[in-house]
């Protein structure tokens, strides 16, 4: 993390690193943020650290629990379901406008991520077949060209991506879906707005269920933070 400098909005400069450490997993789920640490690295005062911390709130990052302070949010299994069923929502809208433009450059950059995908699962490298999906996912919502559709996704993916950048063990878990998606591009590609909604929507539902069967799995509490929805 570096100084910021005084011309900076303080409480956005703030926000923005304490982002960035949240989803490259340096701050993990469950670690407490204290104010006044983070003031004398960033070298500010904490006033714009506790707005920033406000902002990190209000986006799902991060969770206050009373007389104990901020933490870094974990994900429950409802919190990965309720992001799989916004990720639903967007991404078959803006996967149905990709087919029905049919913009080629669209679609071969689609291919390109999904590409990007087999070659780390044939490396054998399920870090790098999890980050590469988030991607695709990703370019999928950007290349609808409704900015609002990329935004919400955005918003939504931002505790997914840094829970997948700090638990190893959910590699393996998105790299079962690895091969999918070349046929969600063929799909694309043929044009065939029905079957483009099905085959993500089958993709999603596949993905969402092994995710949260996992985390079902797993003998800590997650989601023992306050999150974004209020619960505890």
């Known amino acids: 993390m570096k100084r910021i400098a005084a011309k900076s909005s303080l409480a956005d400069e703030a926000a ?12 993990a789920p469950g670690q407490r943020l204290r104010e006044a640490a983070l003031a004398e690295v960033l070298g500010i005062s904490r006033g714009p650290v506790r707005e920033a911390f406000k902002l990190l709130k209000a986006e799902g990052l991060v969770g206050e629990e009373l007389n104990r302070g901020t933490f870094v949010v974990s994900l429950s299994p409802d919190d990965v379901g309720e992001i799989f069923e916004v990720r639903l929502a967007v991404e078959t809208r803006a996967a149905k406008l990709i087919t029905r433009r049919k913009r080629k450059s669209d679609i071969d950059s689609l291919q390109e991520h999904a ?9 054998g490298d ?4 999890a980050q590469a999906d988030v991607d695709f996912h990703e370019a999928i919502c950007r290349l609808s060209d409704v900015g609002r559709l990329h935004k919400i996704f955005l918003d939504h993916v931002g505790l997914w991506r840094a829970l997948l950048y700090v638990d190893e063990h959910l590699y393996p878990v998105v790299a079962d879906t690895s091969d999918e998606h070349y046929g969600i ?3 694309i590609r043929s044009g065939d707005e029905l ?11 596949r993905s969402k269920e092994r995710l ?8 800590i509490p997650w989601g023992d933070l306050q999150t974004a929805s209020g619960r505890s």
């Not at 690193?17 to 340096?26: D, H, L, N, P």
């Not at 590409?115 to 490396?123: D, G, P, Q, S, T």
């Open 126 to 129: 399920d870090r790098r077949v």
């Open 185 to 187: 591009v063929s799909i």
């Open 195 to 205: 079957e483009t909604v099905k085959t993500i929507e089958s993709h999603l539902e």
């Open 16 to 27: 923005r690193q304490i982002r960035q450490e949240i989803v490259a997993g340096r701050f």
């Open 212 to 219: 949260v069967g996992y985390l079902q799995s797993q003998p």
């Open 115 to 123: 590409e990007r995908i087999i070659k780390a699962a044939a490396a």
